[in-house]
């Protein structure tokens, strides 16, 4: 498989928001309005203008008190259930070069909870005025121009990573043998089938109910429109033939 890839080694994450940052930067994303709502977490989740968000989160590992760090964004899904519930033409499409997923001003003609339920991140947002949908775009001009993505050029531990898949495959695979070690538990998240691949030191559960694909908690119709027409459309075809 080919395309690009980020491997972000959830065991060297400090919080440090730096990638949330520049995130915004790059993208001149304008800050939120927020309030203090009891965690270090901020703003409190994903927004039309928070592409990105590192989450925090408290949970006793091992009998000892520990904070999970995550920052989320979307996977860039291999078949990106999005696209295959998109009912709008270019709406959204996938990169042919990276395998980024990108959404285009039409997905102001989608049916939102339609696109949103059908992603098993829960990650795409939309504008209340325009209804166009946004989310992470793999910072696509950058790294079209063989540049980095922001967040990763930001980082400051080494844990994101990007380049071709093969790369990034391998240097996961090496990171989880060495966090093993240390980390029981560890595991790679979903690394099939997305391009976005964790490496969780404990139960992808733990760090949230979203790092980890869970299509049960979503509400995503068995067919759209077009996929009902496509599949019955042939037959009916034939017959009138």
């Known amino acids: 498989m080919n395309g690009k890839s980020f491997f972000v080694d959830l065991t060297k994450c400090t919080a440090c928001r730096g990638c949330q940052v ?17 965690s270090y977490q901020n703003p409190a989740d994903l927004s039309f203008i928070t592409y990105k ?105 080494g844990a994101m990573n990007f380049g071709d898949r093969e790369e990034m495959m391998a240097m996961a695979k090496a990171a989880l043998g060495k966090a093993s ?21 404990v139960d992808p559960k733990k760090y949230s109910n979203r790092l980890m694909a869970d299509a049960s908690s979503r509400t995503s119709p068995l067919f759209t429109r077009k996929q009902v027409l496509a599949t019955f459309a042939k037959p009916f075809k034939m017959m009138a033939g």
Not at 22 to 38: D, F, I, V
Not at 63 to 88: A, I, M, T, Y
Not at 187 to 200: C, E, P, Q, S
Request: glycine share 4%.
């Open 22 to 38: 520049s995130c915004k930067q790059w993208h001149k994303l304008p800050a939120e309005k927020t309030r203090n709502w009891g």
């Open 181 to 201: 070690k240390q980390h029981p538990d560890a595991t790679l998240v979903d690394a099939d089938d997305v391009r976005v691949i964790y490496l969780a030191a």
């Open 53 to 157: 968000l590192v989450r925090y989160e408290e949970q006793v590992i091992r009998g000892k008190l520990d904070w999970l760090f995550f920052p989320e964004q979307c996977r860039h899904c291999v078949s990106p259930p999005c696209l295959l519930s998109s009912e709008v033409k270019d709406s959204i499409i996938q990169d042919p070069l990276t395998g980024a997923v990108l959404f285009t001003e039409k997905t102001a003609q989608e049916d939102y909870a339609n696109i949103r339920g059908a992603c098993p991140y829960d990650i795409p947002r939309q504008d209340p005025i325009t209804k166009i949908l946004s989310k992470c775009d793999m910072c696509i001009d950058r790294v079209h121009n063989g540049l980095l993505p922001a967040c990763v050029l930001t980082c400051p531990t």
